[in-house]
């Protein structure tokens, strides 16, 4: 069972008690969270933590008014998901789907 705890840095995910991911961010003003970082530990990856992970963070932003997150990286995204890592184009899109108006329900 995957478990979401808060951190000073962000969240991070524990599976059966050990450490299986996390997310780092920075807030900028009232308005603007920056997404630093996020990271599942390879064994746990495809298993829903890093989905978990970042719905975490998304319902913290609803909660508090955030009207913007952005990724350090989304600049990047693209030549990332060409380098053979498409996970980050799928935050990329998340992000600007979220700072449209449209939270992800599920």
């Known amino acids: 069972m995957i478990q979401i705890h808060r951190a000073p840095f962000g969240w ?3 599976v059966g008690g050990k450490a299986a991911g996390v997310v780092r961010v920075a ?30 963070l998304l319902q913290h932003a609803q909660e508090n008014e955030v009207r913007e997150l952005c990724d350090y990286v989304m600049v ?5 998901a060409i380098a053979g890592h498409p996970e980050r184009l799928d935050i990329w899109l998340l992000l600007r789907r979220f ?6 329900s599920s």
């Open 12 to 14: 991070h995910a524990t």
């Open 27 to 56: 807030k900028q003003g009232d308005e603007i969270v920056l997404l630093g970082d996020i990271e599942v530990y390879p064994e746990y990856r495809k298993r829903g933590v890093g989905s978990q992970l970042l719905r975490a």
């Open 76 to 80: 990047s995204a693209a030549a990332n």
């Open 99 to 104: 700072n449209a108006g449209g939270f992800p």
